[in-house]
Nanobody
Framework: QVQVVESGGGLVQPGGSLRLSCAAS????????VNWLRQAPGKQRELVAG???????NYADSVKGRFTISRDNAKKMVYLQMTSLQPEDTAVYYC?????????WGQGTQVTVSS
């Protein structure tokens, strides 16, 4: 089974930046599609960004121009660089990895944007 672990969350001031990391085990990491999703209190989980095995990316309209998803296959890592953070970005951020068999989820990392 693939293990997915998110890290990098924390408290940041409005306008600040954070980089989230998603580490995924497996010998075929380079074939995984990876998504970042988030869930804020009282809201449904939403897709934030995704990256395919080929490196194609997509973003929610709310984060376009502010967030960047990238991957480092040698390190088996996917990153979400978040800039110009605003309070509405506060949420638990989850990473998932899609293999040929199933989708694996991490347990999430909290991002809080507050003064």
């Amino acid at each position: 089974q693939v293990q997915v672990v998110e890290s990098g969350g924390g408290l940041v001031q409005p306008g600040g930046s954070l980089r989230l990391s998603c580490a995924a085990s497996g010998s075929t990491f380079s074939t995984y599609g990876v998504n970042w999703l988030r869930q804020a209190p009282g809201k449904q989980r939403e897709l934030v960004a995704g990256i395919t095995s080929g490196g194609s990316t997509n973003y929610a309209d709310s984060v376009k121009g502010r967030f960047t998803i990238s991957r480092d296959n040698a390190k088996k890592m996917v990153y979400l660089q978040m800039t110009s953070l605003q309070p509405e970005d506060t949420a638990v951020y989850y990473c998932n990895a899609r293999t040929a068999i199933r989708v694996y989820w991490g347990q999430g990392t909290q991002v809080t944007v507050s003064s």
